[in-house]
Nanobody, 126 residues
Framework: QVQLVESGGGLVQAGDSLRLSCAAS????????MGWFRQAPGKEREFVAG????????TYADSVKGRFTISRDNAKNTAYLQMNSLKPEDTAVYYC???????????????????WGQGTQVTVSS
């Protein structure tokens, strides 16, 4: 079982940066692949970035590649999403999610993640 709490969202201007954090509790965090997703009003939840249990492999949506960086610190039970060069189209509620520890890699599908945080709002003004 993994419990997740996101923080770090806010209102910024285009071109600014934000770092989101996802604090996890539960014994299996360090063994669980993690993902960041986002959902804008009227749109489906979409994959943003994922990282495997060790932090050695990460994947990104094309829309954020080169601007966002996912990382994790298993000693602190925390995952991060560094977001640079933010654009108005990045505006959404951002969620972190965890797969079960039986999986090695992340997934693009929200259905493959049983554990979710409550979300944090990111708003980018033009």
């Amino acid at each position: 079982q993994v419990q997740l709490v996101e923080s770090g969202g806010g209102l910024v201007q285009a071109g600014d940066s934000l770092r989101l954090s996802c604090a996890a509790s539960g014994r299996t965090f360090s063994s669980s692949p993690m993902g960041w997703f986002r959902q804008a009003p009227g749109k489906e939840r979409e994959f943003v970035a994922g990282i495997n249990w060790s932090g050695g492999r990460s994947t990104y949506a094309d829309s954020v590649k080169g601007r966002f960086t996912i990382s994790r610190d298993n000693a602190k039970n925390t995952a991060y999403l560094q977001m640079n060069s933010l654009k108005p189209e990045d505006t959404a509620v951002y969620y972190c999610a965890a797969r079960t520890a039986s999986y090695y890699s992340t997934s693009y599908s929200p259905q493959d993640y049983p554990y979710w945080g409550q979300g944090t709002q990111v708003t980018v003004s033009s």
